[in-house]
């Protein structure tokens, strides 16, 4: 068990090592960082997406916005989509479970908005709904997605895709990357550096 072990870190430390390998990825995320930090500073919100470990991980970056990062600063419009559960399971329920990002982005996203949706495959079809009412509402998408892009490809402003098609590991990374907008969107809005 105890190789087994190593190995999945492993694994999750060669994604990684892919990740900051790639310098067309790296550049993508410092222009995502850089169109967060104008969306707030022009008064839009950043709304987030995803299902099950990826809604979980959309809540979690949302509230570094709203809380805070590192520094103990004013409240930044973040949420995730999917935190009121009346709304969701009566949208899934009435409607389609297709739409109940796209449904709720056509009620409160404004032009200018950031929708930043993480799907593994990149084909969830609620995510695309919704980043094809992002689009249509003049909102900034950002993808957050295993290697290929999927769907979302050609619907993302700025993509963000993991290289890999394993799950857990993709997922690892998205937090990751999270985490790197999160402190750097803190430091340019709030004029802090973290040594």
Do not use: W
Not at 64 to 72: A, I, V
Not at 86 to 113: E, F, H, P, Q, W
Not at 132 to 158: D, Q, R, V
């Amino acid at each position: 068990m105890n190789s087994q072990i190593k190995k999945i870190i492993k694994d999750s430390i060669d994604v990684k090592t892919l990740v900051l390998a790639n310098n067309e990825l790296i550049e993508t995320l410092a222009q995502c960082v850089t169109e967060i930090v104008a969306a707030f500073k022009n008064g839009n919100k950043v709304l987030f997406c995803g299902n099950g470990g990826s809604a979980a991980d959309a809540q979690h970056l949302a509230a570094e916005f709203s809380g805070r990062f590192y520094t103990d600063r004013e409240a930044l419009p973040a949420e995730a989509l999917h935190v009121n559960t009346s709304y969701l399971t009566a949208v899934a329920n009435d409607y389609s479970y297709d739409v109940v990002y796209s449904r709720i982005i056509k009620g409160i996203g404004k032009k200018g908005d950031v929708l930043v949706g993480l799907s593994t495959s990149g084909n969830s079809g609620n995510i695309v709904k919704a980043f094809e009412t992002a689009n249509e509402k003049g909102m900034i998408t950002i993808g957050l997605t295993g290697s290929t892009g999927g769907k979302m490809k050609e619907l993302s402003k700025y993509l963000l895709n993991v290289p890999s098609n394993d799950t857990p590991r993709i997922q690892e990374s998205h937090i990751l990357l999270g985490h790197i907008i999160c402190q750097l969107v803190e430091e340019q809005y709030f004029n802090t550096v973290q040594s």
